[in-house]
Antibody
Framework: QVQLVESGGGVVQPGRSLRLSCAASGFTFSSYGMHWVRQAPGKGLDWVAVISYDGSNKYYADSVKGRFTISRDKSKNTLYLQMNSLRAEDTAVYYCGKDRYRSVLDWIDPWGQGTLVTVSS | QSVLTQPPSASGTPGQRVTISCSGSSSNIGSNTVNWYQQLPGTAPKLLIY???QRPSGVPDRFSGSKSGTSASLAISGLQSEDEADYYC???????????FGGGTKLTVL
């Protein structure tokens, strides 16, 4: 079955960097767009970024543009989110999710279990 | 505030039918399909409705979705206690070139 497992979260100081990973299994990773979505404590869902199945197209939320970079490694079936210049408002649980076949603008299914990022001094 | 507008809360008694609205604009709901996600307490979100009105396998037919113009709705009939959760609508936005979510609706089963 399809499985997505995020890792790399933790406590980081403002202004520092962190890289999240999402290990994918149970499907042909190189055929699907992949998303990052975050959820601040007690708040709603906030879409972060998406990368196309072949990595050629990437889209970002305005709030992270220029600071975060989404990428993927098909040899490792892994999705990444490089987060630089972190701010307190980036504190959230970060989820990865799979889009429809060869799409980036359809639906997210399934979602991983999430990894918590806390930005604090 | 969120690009898509949902009521923050909704409630109903067991067996009742409830609807949750989602309002957007021509650049998102008006030109793309709407999806709904269910988030049970303490868990990751789960796809509930895709493509405006399609149910993934395993989702009971008590859940249904619809779309008209720049608005969409999620209906839950035969409300059950296990339906108590947060519900989010979402769509691609052509102007923002990204996905947008509603602020979420907390459903309480009285």
């Amino acid at each position: 079955q399809v499985q997505l497992v995020e890792s790399g979260g933790g406590v980081v100081q403002p202004g520092r960097s962190l890289r999240l990973s999402c290990a994918a299994s149970g499907f042909t990773f190189s055929s699907y767009g992949m998303h990052w979505v975050r959820q601040a404590p007690g708040k709603g869902l906030d879409w972060v970024a998406v990368i196309s199945y072949d990595g050629s197209n990437k889209y970002y939320a305005d709030s992270v543009k220029g600071r975060f970079t989404i990428s993927r490694d098909k040899s490792k079936n892994t999705l990444y989110l490089q987060m630089n210049s972190l701010r307190a408002e980036d504190t959230a649980v970060y989820y990865c999710g799979k889009d429809r076949y060869r799409s980036v603008l359809d639906w997210i299914d399934p979602w991983g279990q999430g990894t918590l990022v806390t930005v604090s001094s | 505030q969120s690009v898509l507008t949902q009521p923050p809360s909704a409630s109903g008694t067991p067996g009742q039918r409830v609807t949750i609205s989602c309002s957007g604009s021509s650049s998102n709901i008006g030109s793309n399909t709407v999806n709904w996600y269910q988030q049970l307490p303490g868990t990751a979100p789960k796809l509930l409705i895709y493509g405006n009105n399609q149910r993934p396998s395993g989702v009971p037919d008590r859940f249904s979705g619809s779309k008209s113009g720049t608005s969409a709705s999620l209906a839950i009939s035969g409300l059950q206690s296990e339906d108590e959760a947060d519900y989010y609508c979402a769509a691609w936005d052509d102007s923002l070139n990204g996905h947008v979510f509603g602020g979420g609706t907390k459903l309480t089963v009285l």
